[in-house]
């Protein structure tokens, strides 16, 4: 399984950018998926989750301002993230994972996307 996020950059606060995350390995019809973000000198937080049944979750802090989607099809999982804020800088991660009955059946990591909101 390969998870290659894309889609960081600079951006101005109050601006958007698309994080996609090209999913290989895998089939989206059956794998759970999240977006999670390390801010400097603090641990990996999750930022959005979406179940291969279509349920999504977010982080209080970011509700309203992200969107996770995914695309079968392509293979491809999606951040939006519009009204950016400085505190949103940091490394994005996707993640490929499956827990059942409190067991992690699976748990795949790409490579971080770096994100800076800043003017």
């Known amino acids: 399984v390969q998870l290659q996020a894309s889609g960081g950059g600079l951006v101005q606060p109050g601006g958007s950018l698309r994080l996609s995350c090209a999913v290989s390995?895998?089939?989206?019809?059956?794998?759970?998926m999240a977006w999670y973000y390390q801010a400097p000198g603090k641990q990996r937080e999750l930022v959005a989750s979406?179940?291969?049944?279509?349920?999504?979750n977010y982080a209080d802090a970011i509700k309203g301002r992200f969107t996770i989607t995914r695309d079968r099809a392509k293979g491809m999982v999606y951040l939006q993230m519009d009204s950016l804020k400085p505190d949103d800088t940091g490394v994005y991660y996707c993640n490929s994972y499956l827990i059942r009955s409190g067991a992690e059946i699976w748990n795949y990591w790409g490579q971080g996307t770096q994100v800076t909101v800043s003017s």
């Open positions: 390995g895998i089939s989206l019809d059956i794998t759970d």
């Open positions: 979406s179940t291969y049944g279509g349920d999504t």
